[in-house]
């Protein structure tokens, strides 16, 4: 009954901004982490930002210091503030969590698509 629902996606110009927000549902007792993954054409998943609960943020070397990751527990929610946008962050972003509901186990959401062009 666990879902991970992206939103904030969109077109943007390069130099850009753009949020992303992620929401829990479910029966959720623990939060383990929550972060976000993106996916670009021809390119394999990658890390963008993931969040050990209690812990900082870790980012991809790609994103560092134009990326924020925040996470909300009581909320179930995850967010990307991207800033400084480049052409190379195109692709489709997916939430991401580790968390226990009927078991411990990761959930994907089903992705919001970043386009970042002139």
């Known amino acids: 009954q666990v879902q991970l629902v992206e939103s904030g996606g969109g077109l943007v110009q390069p130099g850009g901004s753009l949020r992303l927000s992620c929401a829990a549902s479910g029966t959720i007792s623990s939060i383990y982490a929550m972060g976000w993954y993106r996916q670009a054409p021809g390119k394999q998943r990658e890390s963008v930002a993931l969040?050990?609960?209690?812990?900082?943020?870790n980012y991809a070397d790609s994103v560092k210091g134009r990326f924020t990751a925040t996470a909300d527990n009581a909320k179930k929610a995850v967010y990307l503030q991207m800033n400084s946008l480049k052409a190379e962050d195109t692709a489709v972003y997916y939430c991401?969590?580790?968390?226990?509901?009927?078991?411990?186990?990761?959930?994907w959401g089903q992705g919001t698509q970043v386009t970042v062009s002139s």
């Open positions: 969040i050990i609960s209690g812990g900082r943020p």
């Open positions: 991401y969590a580790d968390l226990m509901a009927w078991r411990r186990a990761n959930y």
